[in-house]
């Protein structure tokens, strides 16, 4: 059994960090290296920077706010957001990311999974899966996965995709709740479970987090 974590996620636009609800209304919450510097002394086990924008607007992850959050960490750190290729992959742990995250990339070319776990090892590559309740033609309950930071239906279930990003060299999975994102109503228990029986690698459930014992349940039922 892997110990539990608790890890951080600061998502950052234009190099600030924001929050929002359901992936919308997003406002200002501070600057990424303040926060990472806080949440280290506070004792978080990992940190995980997502440029949430950046895939929309077409450009990579911000190497400076890598370089600078790094310089605040003695724990992992994973970057993710507009990483397309391995050469973006590469900028990112080049500037001090331990790990890079894929969503998009990764569906839309499920091969970049295994060359980067081939350059770098499965345990630096996550698959990042946004997902929400929804039914299919069929009327069967399904997990449905978004791209492009929520905006677009994937046509894909999170249990089956999370079972590929595994074959295929991925060696975690951060699952993101879209119904519970900023919330503050408690994690996606159902759909975390779902994912963590379908698969042999840690799951990182996010979404939803408000109380202590919202972990608990996670860590439970999840």
Request: proline residues 2%.
């Amino acid at each position: 059994m892997l110990s539990k974590r608790i890890i951080a996620c600061l998502d950052v636009r234009d190099g600030q960090v924001v929050k929002g609800i359901n992936f919308e209304g997003l406002r200002s919450a501070g600057d990424p290296a303040e926060l990472a510097r806080r949440y280290n002394a506070e004792g978080i086990d990992e940190l995980v920077i997502l440029d949430i924008t950046a895939t929309l607007e077409r450009r990579r992850a911000m190497a400076d706010t890598i370089r600078a959050v790094a310089r605040e960490l003695f724990i992992p750190l994973a970057v993710g957001g507009g990483i397309r290729t391995e050469e973006d992959a590469a900028v990112a742990v080049e500037a001090g990311a331990d790990k890079v995250s894929l969503n998009s990339a990764a569906l839309a070319n499920p091969g970049l999974l295994t060359t980067l776990a081939h350059r770098y090892g499965s345990q630096a590559v996550v698959c990042a899966i946004d997902a929400k309740h929804a039914v299919d033609a069929q009327g069967n309950k399904i997990f449905a996965v978004y791209s492009r930071s929520g905006t677009t239906s994937a046509n894909r279930d999170a249990v089956e995709w999370a079972r590929e990003a595994e074959a295929r060299g991925a060696g975690e999975i951060l699952l993101t709740s879209i119904d519970r994102d900023g919330t503050k109503v408690g994690f996606d228990c159902e759909m975390t479970a779902a994912v963590s029986r379908a698969v042999s690698i840690p799951v990182i459930a996010s979404g939803g987090a408000g109380k202590l014992h919202d972990f608990v349940d996670v860590f439970t039922a999840g």
